[in-house]
């Protein structure tokens, strides 16, 4: 089964090439995430939660949730006005409670002064093996928690990904980014041979190699390439691969199905993203890609 959280809600697909069913009408979807046998979601409408992934019931939580993390154990709720929340069974429902207390962090005025709303959104959490709770706000950077306070740890970010040997992979709008520490970030894509593909969202990890996906921009028409090189590369000597749809897309999410990585997509046009578009799956079948099952809308976020 995957579950595709879309800019139109929430979806359910016995596979990547089946029909999808809608199963929840909750807004736009920022992230899905597994949590034991469970799932949950951040969208525009809170909180939800399902069991089976088709089910789905709002939790009594943060009013604008943008990102999650979840395990079996913990779940950690990003929102947007740079709060990041762990949250655990209660008896009467769900409690949520502050991870240090990152929107009071001295940085905070300036990145409020740059949110076009006034309000900074923790866009992306990860859990790093020394580091702790590693927590991308967008604008503002990333920063990390380990136990006493938030401290600085990169610039701005769409998505973290915490590699085997402790590395961080970050995806920004501007770039594909990593580190060893948090000190120093050094960039991936620079050796790309095309110089526009450089707006990245998501990055995935699949059978030892680290996977990402860049829009095109510049003076051609839009469209999506796929990168993928060794994980443990700090060069990153990556292959570059088109993606196969027919009209202009490039990957946002992503999650391994059945042993196979797949995709979910976003339009694009000559005018930016197009979201609210049908957009396709991909699937990884050997060195190449092939097109999925048509969503609705562009697929932000995948969990099995």
Known sequence: MLVCGTHRGLYRLD?????????????RVHEVAPSGDARLAATADGLFRSPDGEDWRPLDGPDDP???LAGPETVLVGTGDADVLRARPATNGWRFDLVGDLGAHPHGDRWRDRAPSGAPSVRTL?????????????PGGVYAFAGDFWRRYG???HDLRVLGGGGVVAATGN?????????????LDTDFWDFWANYFRESVVHDGRLYASANRWGPEAPAGVTLSAAADDPAFDAV????????????????????????????????????????PLIRREGDKWTLGAELPAGVTSLST
């Open 66 to 68: 943008v990102s999650v």
């Open 155 to 157: 610039e701005g970010v």
């Open 15 to 27: 596979g990547p090439h089946d029909d999808p069913t809608r199963t929840a009408e909750c807004g």
């Open 240 to 279: 570059a691969d088109p993606l196969p749809a027919a009209d202009p897309a490039f990957a946002i999410s992503w999650a391994v199905v059945d042993g196979a990585l797949v995709g979910g997509t976003m339009r694009v046009d000559e005018d930016g993203f197009a979201p609210e578009a049908s957009a």
């Open 175 to 187: 770039g594909l980014y990593r580190t060893d520490g948090g000190d120093r970030w050094y960039r």
């Open 126 to 138: 990860a859990v790093h093996p020394d580091d702790g709770v590693l927590a991308g706000l967008e």
